[in-house]
């Protein structure tokens, strides 16, 4: 019998395909000329980072998200190209396209990467074996394939072992091939969450799995500590929602006892801001509006907003911006709740919409996975 409180939702298969290397392969494409040498996709100013670095580029140490400067430093004769989101979005339909025609439930998330719930197909792993072929083929994209039970394990399985990685596998069988892994291999664990699993002695995701409940609640609180194990369990209840456009990504954080001293406060806003930013980036999402949410001992909320000039996912003037709203507002009483939200992006609608809910821990799940819809 299930115990109190568990769903038994049906089984799925649900698949996570990722385009390897994305934005370097397609100028790859463009021009063969830059075979076998490191591409490095970045702007140009001057506190540009890395979007995408060629796998050749990655032997020298260069990886997404690093600043191009430091990749400049790593390998001054790799090729630097500034991004061009129209190229990407031309290959990016025609990858889509025939994604959608061997699987219409797909929910894209970013120009690259895409949720397939694969359930219904007659046999859904030779589909995928042979949509990554024909993708291959027609649109000379190489794709990364994981496949399981819930999107959590299918995002894991589809990052191990890349370039053209093929992983199927339960969610027992994830908890046992990732067992030594480190948390941060896991969707929302950011650098901040894994440090401080670390601080605690827990370096992988079975010492996550079996740490003591009460030491990871007094450490993050009893909500977010258990949605940790449950993350580690690779349990996870999203759907794969075709439609869904987003709109805005936000994270936040009720404290355990509500804060009242402002500098502690700007501390977890700043730590909020990095896993927000984080997600912004792995997702390519940049956004102009950049907001903060506090909810004050007596459950009244207020929300502050500001809309910059260029969009940005930058941890630095994302954390400014926030802060500065944060001192503004000046909280009177002492805050139970604390967010921070991008909104605007750069593609896509740019209607921010409002999460004035509590995330539950199945929501927060959710929330981690708000997807982006590729224009048409
Ligand atoms: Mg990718």
């Not at 050749?56 to 997404?64: C, P, V």
């Not at 025609?94 to 699987?103: G, V």
């Not at 804060?259 to 977890?268: T, V």
């Amino acid at each position: 019998m299930a115990s109190p409180g568990t769903q038994l939702a049906p089984r799925r298969v649900i698949a996570h395909v990722d385009a390897d290397a994305f934005y370097a392969s397609v100028h790859l494409l463009e021009d063969p000329s830059l075979a076998g040498k490191p591409v490095v996709v970045a702007g140009s100013g001057p506190r540009s980072i890395v979007t995408t670095a060629s796998y050749e580029a990655r032997t020298f140490g260069i990886g997404s998200a690093q600043p191009a400067a430091r990749a400049r430093q790593l390998c001054p004769h790799a090729v630097f190209l500034a991004p061009d989101f129209t190229l990407y979005k031309a290959y990016s339909r025609r990858a889509m396209e025939l994604m959608e025609r061997a699987c219409p439930t797909i929910e894209p998330l970013s120009l690259d990467e895409a949720y397939l719930d694969i359930t219904e197909l007659e046999n859904p792993v030779r589909a995928m074996r042979e949509l990554v072929a024909e993708i291959r083929e027609q649109v000379g994209l190489t794709y990364s394939v994981g496949i399981g039970p819930n999107k959590l394990c299918a995002k894991v399985l589809s990052d191990y072992r890349k370039p053209a990685a093929f992983n199927v596998a339960s969610r027992e069988q994830c908890c046992e091939i990732f067992a030594t892994a480190a948390p941060r291999i896991i969707p929302g664990i950011g650098p901040k969450t894994a440090d401080a699993l670390d601080a605690l002695g827990i370096g992988s995701l079975a010492a996550l799995r079996d740490a003591d409940q009460s030491l990871l609640a007094r450490k993050f609180g009893e909500r977010r500590g258990l949605e940790l194990q449950a993350r580690a369990a690779f349990e996870h209840a999203g759907v794969v929602q075709p439609h869904r456009e987003v709109k805005s990504v936000s994270e936040e954080t009720t404290f355990d006892i509500d804060i009242a001293d402002l500098e502690e406060l700007e501390e977890r806003m700043r730590e909020l801001t990095a896993e927000l930013c984080e997600r912004l980036t792995s997702r390519e999402l940049r956004g102009r509006t950049i907001g903060i949410k506090v909810r004050l001992a007596d459950f009244s909320t207020a929300t502050r907003a500001r809309t910059i000039e260029a969009p940005t996912n930058h941890y630095e003037y994302v954390a400014d911006i926030a802060i500065e709203l944060l001192r503004e507002y000046a909280p009177a009483q002492p805050v139970r709740l604390l967010g921070v939200r991008v909104a605007a992006f750069d593609r896509g609608a740019s209607e921010p919409d409002d999460e004035d809910a509590e995330p539950r821990i199945g929501e927060q799940l959710r929330l981690r996975f708000d997807r982006a819809r590729v224009e048409p």
